[in-house]
């Protein structure tokens, strides 16, 4: 336990070993570990409690990590980085592995909105699942989620990172086929979890590669020896380490189970495939910053990866009538932007972070909302079905227009602040990576306000035996958190306690970038863009719909009518026409494509087994030949490696 | 003449070190015993008897295994080697044996009795057969049976010279021969089991014994370091030698079901009664790994760069064949057959590499795999229907709805065998990929890698089945088991879960382990 | 090779007589066959019908059989070792009684079990 481990980021720096306040950290995993073990374990018995348990135990850890949060705070930048040996997990050939946590300020920002958010979401499953028979269990795998989670943030070694990854992995499985009566929910869950061994392959790959270039897979041994590797070493490892981020969070190419996972319960939307586990593939880019510092070309290989999902997941999210899939499409697009900060280097990684944050309470906040909504409508998903709420839920309407004004980036909301970091730093980077990261917020903007439009404007297109109704207090409360965190959060963070970007400084490092141009063209930039894909957005779905059920607006409507009817045609024609081609056949990429592509591989896998299976006769006298025939091979080829 | 005479008159006493061959003859002495109870107690207390006889002789032998840790001798005059890898095998076949004997001990699931006929002898379907199946009568000549088998399986990886593993080889495989036509359901199945892997083993047999001469053409001697040592000094013919070589590997490899010597595992698996299909996948493969080790490190050492190639080639084919056929299985015991083939190939790459980290990592992954083994088809033997257990996978569908706690453990096996983390799966592949790619063998742990994200996909398809799908209106029931099963079941469960979190002991015990006296 | 030649000579000489006394007979002997002389066994002995279809048949004989090979077979053990009785002594004489007890147990074994009893 005494021993001093030392932590090479990008310079040598020791790393103090947990004492004091810090010595609980562990505590921080073993509340929803304890809780997820009574819940699966009790049966029945906690049937009545288990939504108490559950939501205690995130709690008890918010509070804990609420207290590191606040000795942090008080150390010296250099201090804060603090390492926990648990246990000596592994003592194989070479190869030492011991389980310890490391809390610096990157897992803290993480640690803080896992048990945070993570613990709003608890509550507001309490309401959400209320009448669900199998609540306990549900609640069971959310706390096991939380574990997994945690362990995979805090987790000094990346084979115990790995065990983290595999756990959330799970985690979301079982929670994505929670519903198990409806078939779609278990195809979709199969769907994650096959997509996932593709990414999780690259993981035990990398770690592997790891193990064989630096001999050990602590962070300690091997970011602070990554200068010492050969640039081709380090870019097999890094491309293997997208690889495995891809998976995880939905990046082109892995990127089409995501939307399928929207069968689960959508506490679990929130919680783990929009606020947490989604992102858990930037912070392995982020952690992994000593060995992408060194292979440039897996650093294009992310930004080009980022790119391309952020552009096609916001595409993909102004095609769907499916509430909780335009989400999706949009967390894709979010992450986009996250994953190319992350390949932009140190100039990127704070930002990177910085928007996983403020994604984190706006895009939970959304989905809550969302949410809030089906629990309205008798769990209708379709946005054709919906209109006009805004009078029946008012609380949920006003805590998802402040979501809705972060993620498309007006300011001073959350998202504004984040998201145009990240455009800076991709113009910075490169001209076309930065129009593009300028064409997303567009994009962004049109298929957020869609989505605003048909639910909570125009008119009822409701389904007849439809009552809808605020959601409880238990639900609401949650959404007004997050709501006021979707208002503040960007802000506070970067102007508070000297700003994410310093308290990221220590573990991601920094770098200032030069921009072609002034940072305030920039910005004026993006919010023209902005307004441009609402206003789009406007045009196609609230002029026409409106006019026909608001009389009040009809005057402001009438007023701009032969504008209208031009841009309508011109929408139609350059705008709509190939774009709803365009998003139709990216739709039918993903849909066909992708899709025939794992189908391909499984059906492969399915023939040959099954030609192979028919050389399974089930005679002996065939058995004894194919013996025969394995000998005779046997012998020859021995004879012929050494005789010939 | 006058030489023969010579030599006859300087034969001297042999002298035989009881205390090392004790775990041995612990277990023949019993087997022994076991034939006498047979013999001369009355038919109502035999089951009793035999079941303490069985496991009181297991438990002392694994006492005095341990105590003997730590001994590296030659024993018997040189044609039996107590050394680490010998007990470290020992250890395990005996702990997986008592478990296995827990298992045939069942008498509560099956509403008939036990999972072994009334008579192996009465014709299926036959009056007969009915009339003893009525009468419940139980026959208990299964525990010798095992015991003999346990005790060549002791034997087979400590034999220091070839003929005495041949000896070691036929006495563990006769007994099981016999134990799997036994089976009280399916008999036409089991039977035909059991004559299946009776003319195939002995098959393979022939073809060790063949070897065997070969070599001793070529050496002079069947003590495996008089030809390690005829092979530095390469006398003789290479022909010889190498045929030898392959003729013997492919009778070893035939125990351990590598392709492409595997095509009895899926149907003696499947027809064999589900205690001694657990019991043979577990125990046969592990004392066959260790008779291999022997073989090709002590005695073959010089020659690795001859089997190399061949054992990479086998490794992969091994690995692919079993991993792809499986995805396609219904039945859940060839399922798990064919995911016994694919171990045998992830073992296989870990023995790739001639070094003490290979033979560490090997010793472990058999031990890992050997407890979810056991575990796993002792679930199987709860799964019933009328028709006694059922194995077809539709059957297995919505499982945790009617047991939760026994598709839950069944998962946990399942997930030791895909190598998830956290159970002794995962660590005993990271181990044996580790040493092979450490040893430079990296192609093969590629091809292990990619060969374990396929055979992810069909335990995980029994896993989905069993939680995700709804159950059959009439599906199969869960029988209660007795203390008996339970405790086996529990205690794989328990060594899978600990050797996932916890596996510093083990390990450290195995690399200690890892060197072969000459 | 010199000391091949007198045994090579034996056995052409052997094979040739063979050959010639089949070939002699089948050449000059008469062929008068009746019922008799087609049986299976030209001795007298009715053979048993088999089974119809191949069904199963009594395996007593074979059980006895086998029981006798085994025994008689691990007698001869006893002879080398009588041979050199002196030389390997008490170690010898502990060795063999071991073996045979473990023999006897078998024989208990068939015999308590039924293994020698015709019906």
Not at chain 1, 75 to 102: I, K, T, Y
Not at chain 1, 109 to 136: K, N
Not at chain 1, 517 to 527: D, Q
Request: hydrophobic share 55%; net charge neutral; charged share 15%.
């Amino acid at each position: 336990m005494s021993a001093l481990t030392t932590l090479d980021v990008r310079a040598v720096e020791p790393v103090a070993t947990a004492g004091g306040v810090y010595a609980w950290t562990f505590l921080l995993i073993a509340f929803p570990a304890l809780g997820a073990l009574v819940l699966l374990l009790g049966g029945r018995r906690t049937d009545r409690i288990g939504h108490v348990v559950g939501t205690l135990a995130s709690l008890a850890s918010f509070v804990v990590a609420a207290l590191l949060f606040v000795d942090m705070l008080g150390r010296a930048a250099e201090d804060r980085a603090v390492n926990q040996p648990l246990f000596d997990w592994l003592p194989a050939a070479g190869l030492q592995v011991s389980v310890g946590l490391l809390l610096d300020p990157l897992s803290m920002a993480f640690v803080l909105l896992i048990t945070g958010v993570g613990t709003l979401i608890h509550v507001y499953s309490i309401g959400y699942m209320q009448h669900d028979p199998r609540r306990r269990r549900f609640f069971g795998y959310l706390n096991l989620f939380v574990a997994a989670m945690l362990l995979l943030v805090l987790a000094d070694d990346y084979l115990v990172l790995y065990v983290g990854w595999e756990g959330v992995g799970l985690a979301s499985y079982l929670l994505i086929g929670f519903w198990q009566h409806k078939n779609s929910a278990a195809v979709a869950a199969k769907k994650a979890f096959v997509v996932n061994r593709v990414g999780d392959m690259g993981m035990t790959l990398a770690v592997m590669a790891m193990f064989a270039v630096f001999g050990t897979t602590a962070f300690s041994g091997v970011l602070g020896g990554a200068d010492q590797v050969s640039e081709g070493w380090l870019t097999v490892i890094g491309l293997l380490l997208l690889l495995a981020a891809c998976g995880k969070s939905a990046q082109f190419p892995l990127q089409s189970w995501l939307l399928d996972a929207m069968e689960g319960p959508t506490p679990v939307s929130a919680l783990i495939h929009a606020a947490t586990m989604v992102t858990a593939g930037v912070y392995l880019i982020v952690r992994s910053g000593a060995i992408y510092a060194g292979a440039p070309l897996a650093q294009t290989a992310v930004v080009v990866v980022g790119t391309i999902t952020l552009v096609m997941g916001a595409i993909i999210g102004c095609a769907k009538d499916d509430i909780k899939r335009v989400l999706a499409g949009s967390t894709m697009s979010q992450i986009g932007y996250m994953v190319l900060a992350a390949g932009l280097g140190p100039a990127g990684y704070a930002f990177a972070i910085f928007h996983l944050l403020t994604h984190g309470f706006f895009k939970a906040n959304l989905f809550l909302g969302a949410g809030s909504v089906m629990h309205a409508m008798d769990d209708e998903v379709d946005m054709r079905r919906y209109g006009g709420l805004r009078r029946y839920l008012p609380l949920t309407f006003l805590t998802f227009a402040a979501g809705y004004l972060a993620i498309i980036g007006v300011p001073p909301f959350a998202g504004f602040w984040s998201k145009d970091r990240i455009i800076e730093a991709a113009f910075a980077d490169n001209l076309l990576v930065g129009t593009c990261a300028l064409l997303g917020a567009g994009i962004t903007a049109f298929y957020m306000t869609r989505l605003m439009l048909m639910t909570w404007f125009s008119e009822r297109r409701w389904k007849p035996d439809v009552h809808a109704h605020e959601s409880p207090l238990v639900m609401t409360l949650p959404l007004l958190a997050l709501g006021l965190l979707s208002l503040v959060g960007g802000a506070a963070m970067l102007w508070t306690a000297g700003g994410i970007v310093e308290w990221l400084e220590p573990v991601v490092g920094e770098e200032e970038h030069a921009l072609p141009f002034p940072v305030w063209v920039l910005t004026a930039a993006t919010l023209v863009v902005i307004v441009a894909g609402v206003a789009l957005a406007w045009m196609r779905y609230g002029r026409e719909q409106v006019a026909r059920t608001a009389p009040t607006r009809v005057s402001f409507a009438t007023t701009a009518a032969r504008r209208d009817l031009y841009g309508d045609a011109v929408n139609e024609v350059a705008l709509m026409r190939p774009g709803q081609r365009l998003t139709g056949s990216l739709v039918y990429a993903d849909s066909r494509g992708l899709d025939r592509a794992v189908n391909g591989v499984a059906a492969l896998m399915g023939g040959s087994s099954g030609l192979l299976r028919r050389v399974q006769t089930g005679f002996v006298r065939s058995y004894a030949l194919s013996m025969l025939g394995g000998t005779v091979l046997v012998v020859v080829a021995l004879l012929s490696v050494r005789l010939s | 003449m006058t030489a023969l005479t010579r030599q006859v008159t300087e034969i001297q006493s042999p002298t035989i070190e009881y205390g090392l061959l004790a775990p041995m003859l612990v277990v023949f002495g019993a087997a022994v015993l076991g034939v006498l109870v047979e013999a001369f107690l009355p038919r109502r207390v035999r089951y009793p008897v035999q079941v303490v006889l069985s496991l009181g002789a297991l438990a002392v032998a694994l006492g005095m295994v341990v105590t003997l840790a730590d001994r590296v001798e030659v024993a018997a005059e040189g044609s039996v080697a107590i050394d680490g890898p010998t007990l470290f095998i020992q250890g395990t076949v005996l702990a997986l044996s008592l478990l296995s004997v827990l298992l045939f001990a069942e008498r509560r699931v099956d509403p008939g009795g036990d999972a072994f006929a009334s008579a192996a002898s009465s014709l299926p379907g036959s009056e007969d057969e009915r009339t003893l199946t009525a009468q419940r009568v139980q026959q208990t000549e299964v525990y010798p049976l095992v015991m003999f088998s346990i005790g060549g399986m002791l034997l087979f990886p400590a034999s220091n010279d070839l003929l005495t593993m041949f000896v070691a080889l036929e006495v563990l495989s006769f007994p099981l021969y016999l134990l799997c036509g036994m089976a009280r359901r399916r008999r036409l199945l089991s039977q035909e089991a059991a004559v299946k892997y009776f003319l195939l083993g002995s098959f393979s047999s022939a073809f060790f014994i063949y070897g065997v001469a070969l070599l001793y053409g070529y050496a002079g001697s069947v003590r495996l370091s008089d030809i390690d040592r005829a092979v530095s000094e390469q006398v003789g013919s290479e022909g010889l030698l190498l045929a030898g070589v392959a003729l013997l590997t492919v009778g070893l490899l035939f125990k351990i079901a590598a392709v492409p010597f595997h095509a009895w595992t899926p149907d003696v698996y499947q027809g064999a009664p589900t205690p001694v299909t657990g019991f043979m996948a577990a125990c046969t493969k592990i004392a066959a790994f260790g008779a291999l080790l022997r073989v090709l490190y002590v005695g073959l050492g010089g020659l690795r760069l001859d089997w190399q190639p061949l054992l990479w080639a086998i490794a992969i084919l091994t690995m692919v064949v079993g991993a792809v056929v499986a995805l396609t299985q219904s039945d859940v015991k060839r399922m798990l057959a064919y995911s016994s083939i694919a171990h045998a190939g992830f073992v296989l790459t870990g023995m790739v590499v001639v070094e003490p980290a290979g033979i560490s990592s090997v010793l472990f992954y058999l031990a890992a795999y050997g407890f979810a083994t056991v575990g796993a088809f002792a679930v199987v033997s709860l799964v019933r229907d009328a028709g006694g257990e059922a194995t077809h996978l539709s059957r297995w569908a919505g499982l945790a709805k009617r047991s939760p706690l026994v598709a839950g453990v069944f998962t946990l096996f399942l997930l030791a065998f895909a190598g998830i983390p956290l159970t002794s799966g995962f660590v005993g592949k990271l181990v044996v990929f580790l040493a092979a790619w450490q040893g430079g063998a990296w192609p093969l742990v590629l091809v292990a890698v990619l060969a374990s994200a396929v055979a992810a996909f069909f335990y995980v398809r029994v896993i989905v089945l069993m939680y995700f799908s709804e159950p059959a209106p009439e599906g199969p029931t869960v029988a209660v088991p007795s203390p008996l099963t339970a405790a086996a079941i529990g205690l794989g469960a328990l060594v899978t879960v600990g050797l996932g979190v916890a596996p510093a002991p083990l390990l450290t015990l195995a690399e200690q382990a890892a060197v072969f006296v000459r | 090779m010199q000391a091949y030649v007198p045994i090579i000579a034996l056995a052409a000489l052997a094979a040739g007589f063979a050959v010639f006394s089949i070939v002699a007979g089948a050449l000059s002997g008469p062929k008068r066959y009746n019922r008799a002389k087609l049986e299976s066994y030209e001795c007298g002995i009715e053979p048993t019908p088999q089974a119809v279809g191949g069904g199963r048949f009594p395996v007593k004989y074979y059980l006895t059989a086998m029981l006798f090979i085994i025994f008689d077979i691990e007698i001869i053990f006893l002879y080398p070792w009588a041979v050199r009785f002196d030389s390997l002594g008490v170690f010898g004489l502990v060795e063999m009684v071991l073996f045979i007890l473990t023999v006897f147990v078998a024989y208990a074994y068939v015999w308590r079990r039924g293994g020698l009893e015709w019906d």
